[in-house]
């Protein structure tokens, strides 16, 4: 598994079933989403402002990709909570290691901010997303169980990379093949 | 990590958080339960009786041990169903390939019968069990985050190992250190 498979396999429409542990009060949170993949030229006005931001050779990335989400949280019935939002990722492979690379990406997961993770492919076909923010660390493993499922488990953690606060777990199915 | 390693690891008590994904009906289950691991003597009774069911030599296997839990699931708030069990669990490495084996175990996790399982180490340490049921399949991915914290991955499949019926996640907290 390259990046490039890996952004392959992904593109589409998928609905999503999310369970967050709160760790530190063994509380449990749901989330129902529907999440689009699609890919983006490299030469989109979003790709070249990001490879711009982080000072990024555009001949050296890879398949980037657009994420958007919408969603709804179970964690408070009364809000019923709308989660949804789009973020720009571009892959920009290590030139030494295939199977490394940095993903730059224009809004992060765990705060509302630009980031950059490294991410390798264990040889198991997983891919390892590691991001550093300023007050925490992410980890995210994403893996095919099968061409229309995929699972998701992320970390996050204090930013000494000890503490985990929030555990979660995604299972994603296929709702629609790419058009792409 | 070896089976060894990893079976030391695990030893204690375990306070977890499951969540269950049901994939089909897009329906959420929650459990918390308490897990207790402990080491068996390789002439305990039990691992002597689960070797002869396989007719497994004794002197092929290593670091038996029982887990046991309780617990107690949302799926029905009336009911507030009680989820209790232990079963046996002996490891037989295989002769040639350090990092696999043989799993067997004296009642399974998605039927309650006897079960011999085949698992594996990844490079990145997760220990990987597939069991063939007669009518399903199973996987589990089992890590290590860190020492006092580890994750479980599970897939129940159709037996032809196609139809994923349902995904599950447990974060595990250490609860107590081993006494063993």
Same mark, same amino acid.
């Given at each position: 598994m390259d990046i490039n498979q890996f952004v392959a396999r992904s593109l589409g429409q998928w609905r999503s079933q999310r369970s967050a542990h709160h760790l530190i009060f063994?509380?449990?949170?749901? *989330?129902? $989403? *529907? &999440?689009? &993949? *699609?890919a983006l030229a490299p030469d989109d006005a979003s790709v070249l402002a990001l490879c711009k931001d982080y000072d990024i050779d555009p001949q050296q990335i890879t398949s980037p990709f657009r994420m958007s989400w919408e969603g709804e949280s179970d964690w408070d019935d009364d809000r019923n909570e709308e989660l949804k939002g789009t973020t720009v990722l571009v892959?920009?492979? @290590?030139? $030494?290691?295939?199977?490394?690379?940095?993903?730059?990406? @224009?809004?992060?997961?765990?705060?509302?901010?630009?980031? *950059?993770?490294?991410?390798?492919?264990?040889? @198991?076909?997983?891919?390892?997303?590691?991001?550093?923010?300023?007050?925490?660390?992410?980890?995210?493993k994403i893996w095919f169980v099968n061409p229309n499922l995929r699972f998701r488990v992320s970390t996050i953690k204090t930013s000494d990379g000890n503490g985990v606060v929030t555990a979660s777990f995604s299972s994603e199915i296929r709702a629609l093949k790419s058009q792409n």
């Amino acid at each position: 598994m390259d990046i490039n498979q890996f952004v392959a396999r992904s593109l589409g429409q998928w609905r999503s079933q999310r369970s967050a542990h709160h760790l530190i009060f063994a509380h449990f949170e749901a *989330v129902k $989403s *529907v &999440i689009d &993949i *699609v890919a983006l030229a490299p030469d989109d006005a979003s790709v070249l402002a990001l490879c711009k931001d982080y000072d990024i050779d555009p001949q050296q990335i890879t398949s980037p990709f657009r994420m958007s989400w919408e969603g709804e949280s179970d964690w408070d019935d009364d809000r019923n909570e709308e989660l949804k939002g789009t973020t720009v990722l571009v892959p920009v492979p @290590d030139l $030494s290691f295939a199977n490394r690379g940095k993903l730059l990406r @224009d809004r992060g997961y765990a705060e509302t901010m630009a980031a *950059v993770g490294e991410y390798y492919f264990t040889e @198991d076909g997983i891919f390892v997303l590691e991001t550093q923010y300023d007050r925490a660390a992410a980890e995210e493993k994403i893996w095919f169980v099968n061409p229309n499922l995929r699972f998701r488990v992320s970390t996050i953690k204090t930013s000494d990379g000890n503490g985990v606060v929030t555990a979660s777990f995604s299972s994603e199915i296929r709702a629609l093949k790419s058009q792409n």
